[in-house]
Structures are given as structure tokens and as C-alpha cells.
């Protein structure tokens, strides 16, 4: 491919795109530069394997550590190792965009790798590798219906008479003080994918800032349109086999809605006599062997389409804006933190909540260095969840995909770590599966959240709405989705959010994009359903426990004096360790001079909070304190009133006269009582024996 380059202004930045630059092997490269992060694609189509029943895409984004000039921690291993959950979420991202726009029935193998370059910080690498991606695609002279763009859009709330403001690719520095991060890819007008998240934010505020980016994407199109020109590239759809899927179903309608409605209560399709009706249509229509599973989701996409606009009804009978049966129940696990069993219809979701000290975050290593992660879900969908054997391992992409969406949607409900000083980890584990587990799995957190005390403001509840059409102005829209009509229907739009707005949305389409119309009246139909669960939720239990389950730890803050600090580790961590030893709680001190103690028994923490106090805590001259002997001498004896607080008790000041050997009075470890007499410039302690008139009457007896 000849070399070319394209350069405009995007957001008030350069961006970039050279075209054949590199790479030449592969079947398009696009290297694409916005501001100084700068991502290379690469398209490349293989063979075609006709006998596939799915469009074997395999989309990658590489992270590489050089892009931010970054050496890989380990000491042992320097190579990047597996994706992050970062880079799996945008390769999916990306994935979810451009996959609907190939041809049903194009059987080409095509990789599409994304490779970050370099990162400067302020312009994200997810937009410009969508961007990339939707370069090289136009270029590609393959079955595929784009272009597109994808946009990121920030939003400033209103202020007194100031009207709310959008943000387009917003900085790093503007994304910090934005109410939602919204991620829209289309093309001049319909919306193919969405994510957002949002702190709470209005349906009328989501919904223009999705118009925003479509205004936005319209313009990049324009761009990439007039470069497939240039070059000879339209999209051809392949020959389309629709009149043989009308007769088919014309002929077996009856057979093929019973199959449907059969099929309603279970995630995965077939069986159900799915092998006799198979073997009907083979012989019949004189079909090749292996055939049918290639038409199957064609014919049951017709079917579905026949039951909503001709009978009226859906697969499982439902009324199309109802919403299957609801129940929640709250602390269904002992001994642990927190647990919510959720269940929507077939669907079931088992949350637990695990609670631990702030040295517990999850570090991530990416090209920008090292961050923290406090809140981490993680979603679990094991095989008996769908009634099948398989694998157990590692999780899928898709289980990634799954456990982020439902972490971002409770993630701005949670209190900074000031008031609640915590690390949180919430597993999802998916016992019933039949649509929607993601939007399960979030209410359920939100529950086991609330049952393990964490202070949230509200509940996180979820739906999904799926879409069925004729034509963009004839549809219908189905409020919580299940398996079936998810995977033969045209859209799966997940919303999540409490009482007072949305805080994730997710969208994904299989084939149109959806219009401004769809949108506007799919948040709409999603709010409704929303506070249907949210009210379910509220019954099971409205507002966080008091109090913390008697297992989890107990996480005390504490900011001493900076110069105090190196009192409370003492020499060679001498005080720290005898602290830690004496309560058996887990004491943590950061790079801001913050201290965490953390325990399970409160006494403990109590004990540790009292003893690390007293290591920065002033003493007043004459006040009164209990202590220990750490050494004799015949001079008198070394004492210890707090960890790292010590002082002499000189023979002349223990009140009993004339002692020829003090070592003889008292042995190590003794508890006395004593008064603070002297405190010199530099810290040192002198202190006088609160009389015992016991010990006393001992020493002139011998």
C-alpha cells in the first residue's frame, strides 16, 4: 500500500494518522499520533474458513512499559508479562466497535493488534487506538460497513447560573474534575458502542453528552470516508441468504417458536430436539452438512422478530417492559465480611465482601508508572452456572469485561479512604445464569457492601434492555433481556445507577447502531426498571450496617507529627516490632507519614492506638505514669513508660535513702509507678519513684 498521511485538529490537538508507513507485511498499518502518545495498528486478514458458525476477530491492545519509560519492577522478570485488566478492557473496547460492522457471514480470520507506543499522560491510548483501529479498517478492502470514530466526552456539572459543560477527549487534568467519563463510538449518526461512568449523574445529562460525541465522531468520519474514496474502497456485502432463511422459517415457524419459548429459561441455545429439526431442514432444503449451524442464528432472529411484531409477546411470555422476578437477601454466608444472594429470574448472583487494611490494595504496574487500587470486583461465572461442563482457570476476557462494568457502577458510591479506611474486594459468584449477570452482580456488591458495613449513600442497582427491529423506525425494545433474546436480538444496553442517576452504562450492538430516538427512550425505559430492583434491594436492607462484622479488622488512622516518625519505628523498627508483638496487629506507616493499625480484636487495636500515641504524645513535667524496668544498674534503673519513651530512675530519687546497689531493689520487668522530673533539650527523660511504702520497708529491714 502506497504511503500516505493525514493530519488534523481534533479537541484543539494535532492528531495524526501515517498509513503504510511500517509494516508493510501485514495487510494495513496505521501508525496514529495524538499529542505525543502514539499507537501503532496493524490489520491483518488470513484464510477463510467457511465451516465456522462465528467471525473468528482476534482484537489486541499491547501495553509495552518503554511507551512511558518504564523498567518492569520484578528483579527476576523484565518482559511484560500478561495483559493487565486495563489493556484487556480497551482491546474490548475497541472490539465491541468494530465487530457488529463486519459482514454476518464474512469467515475470514482477521487480527487486528494495537500496540502502544509511546504515552504522554495527558491524551488517553484507548481513543487513539480506536482511532488507529477504525483507520486501518477503512483502508482494508474487506466486507466491513464502517467507518467510524470513537470520542471521549468529560462533564463539568452546572454552577449557579453557568450551564453544564462538555469536555471532548478531555486531558488527564480536565478527566479529574468531570462528573462522568463517557466513551461513545459511532458513526454519523448511530451509536454502536458506549461506557460510561458516572458519579450519579441525570438520564438528560448522559444523553447529550452521547449526542456530543456522535457530533464529534461525525467529523473523523468525514475524514476516513473521503480516504476510502481516495482509495477505491466501498463496503460489498456479501450475497445475503435471507430468502432462504423467509422460507425456512415461513415453513417451520411453529416448530422454530416452540424451540424459542423452550429455550427462555436456559443462557446457552440448543438441544431441546434442536438435532431432529436440523436434520428436517437439512434433507429438505437440500442443505450442505454442517450447514445449519451457520443458518441457526439467522432463523431464530427471524423467529423472534415474527413473535414481537406479529404475536406480540415474548419468548417467555413476558410483557415487553417487565421485569422477571426479583429477590435479595443480605448476610446468607457466616463467618464472612459481608454476602447478598441476588436473583433476577433464572439469574442468580452470590456476592461477598472481604474487608482489609489499606496496605492491601492492588498495585498495577502500566507505562504511566504504579497506581493504586482500593475497590476491586471480581466476577466469577463458572460452568454449572449455564449447566455445562468446563474448563476452570483463569478468568476469560469476558469475565473481566463483566467484574470492571459492575466495579465501576458501585465504585463512586463508596467513601474516600479518610472516613473509610479500607481496602474493599467483592467477589461475584454466578450460580444462575440467564441474562444479564453483570447487572446482577452489581446490586449484589451494592448488598454485600451495605451488609459489611461500608458506609455507601445508596444503593447500585442494574438493568438490561435489548432491542428488536424491523427497520430503524419499526422496533421494539425489551427490558431485562434474557439469554436468548440477547443473543438473537440486535442489542444488550446496560444501565446502572441508584434513585438519584446513572453511574455505568454499557452498550453493545450486533449489527445498526442505534439512532438518538433509541437512546433517549432505552435510559428512559432503563430508569423505570431500575427503581423496581433498587426498591426490591431497599427491602432486603435500605442503608449499611452499623457496625463491622466481628470477623473483619478493625482499621484505625492515625497522622503523627512527621518528625516523630522515626520515634514510632525506632532503632533497626525496635519500637514498631515490640508494638505489633504486644497487640498482634498489622501496622503499616506510608510514604505521607500516615499509620494504619489493623486488627481483629478491638481490645488490641485499642492498645496499639494507645501505644503509638504515647510515642508522640507530650509529657508534662510531674504527671504520673506507670512503667516498666528495661535494665538495673547500680546507679539506678532504666525505665520505659510508652515504646521508645524511656528515662533514668536514678538511685537518689527512688525515696529510700542510702542504697549501695540499686540492682538489688528491683529486676527487669518490674511495674512501677512513676513521676516526670526533668526533660532536657534533647528529649532526655529523667523520672523519680512514686513512693512505695512497701518496698521501702524491705530495703531498711536488709
Sequence with gaps: MKEKRIDFDLAGRSISFRIGAVAQQATASVITQYGETTILTTVVVGKENSKLDYFPLNL????????GGKIKGSRWVKREGRPTDEAILTGRMIDRSVRPLFANDFRKDVQIINTLLSIDGKNSPDIVAALSTACALSVCDIPWNGPIATTRIGYVAPNGDAKGHYMVNPTSEEEAISLFDLVVSSNKSEVVMIECKAEQVNNEAVVTGIAEAVSQNAKIVTVFEKLRSELGISFKPQESDEKLVEKIVHKYEKELKKMLSEMADKENVGGGGMSELEEKITKEFELEEGVFSMFMPALFKKTMKKLVFKDQKRADGRAF????????????????????????????????????????????????GQVMKRYIH??????????????????????????????????????????????????????????????????????????????????????AIGIVRESQNKYQLLTDIIGIEDFFG??????????????????????????????????ELATTARMKVLSVMNKALSAPRTSLSQYAPRVVMLTPPEDKIGEIIGPGGKNIKKIIADTGCEIDIDDSGKVSISGINKEKVEMAIEMIKSVYKEYAIGSEFDAHVLKMFPFGAL????????????????????????????????????????????????????KDEDKKEEVSQS
Aim: proline fraction near 5%.
Design 60 to 67: 489486541e491492545y499491547a501495553e509495552r512499559l518503554y511507551a
Design 321 to 368: 417492559d417487565e421485569v422477571r422476578p426479583l429477590s435479595a437477601q443480605v448476610g446468607v454466608i457466616p463467618r464472612v465480611h459481608g454476602s447478598a444472594l441476588f436473583s433476577r429470574g433464572e439469574t442468580q448472583v452470590l456476592s461477598i465482601a472481604t474487608l482489609g487494611p489499606l496496605s492491601m490494595q492492588q498495585w498495577i504496574e502500566d507505562p504511566e
Design 378 to 463: 471480581h466476577y466469577s461465572m463458572p460452568p454449572y452456572s449455564v449447566g455445562e461442563t468446563g474448563r476452570i482457570g483463569s478468568p476469560s476476557r469476558r469475565e473481566i469485561g463483566h467484574g470492571a462494568l459492575s466495579e465501576k457502577g458501585v465504585e463512586v458510591l463508596l467513601p474516600d479512604e479518610e472516613k473509610f479506611p479500607y481496602t474493599v474486594r467483592v467477589v461475584s459468584e454466578v450460580l444462575s445464569s440467564n441474562g444479564s449477570t453483570s447487572m446482577a452482580s452489581t446490586c449484589g456488591s451494592s448488598l454485600a457492601l451495605m451488609d459489611a458495613g461500608v458506609p455507601m449513600g445508596a444503593h447500585v442497582g442494574g438493568i
Design 490 to 523: 440486535e442489542m444488550d444496553f446496560k444501565v446502572a445507577g441508584t434513585e438519584k442517576g446513572i453511574t455505568a452504562i454499557q452498550l453493545d450492538v450486533k449489527n445498526m447502531g442505534l439512532t438518538h430516538s433509541q437512546i433517549v427512550e432505552t435510559v
Design 639 to 690: 525505665v520505659e513508660i510508652a515504646p521508645g519513651k524511656e528515662g533514668l530512675l536514678h538511685v537518689s530519687r527512688m525515696g529510700m535513702g542510702f542504697v549501695k546497689d540499686a540492682s538489688n531493689l528491683f529486676k527487669e520487668g518490674d511495674s512501677l509507678r512513676v513521676k516526670l522530673e526533668e526533660k532536657d533539650d534533647r528529649g532526655k527523660l529523667r523520672f523519680a519513684l512514686v
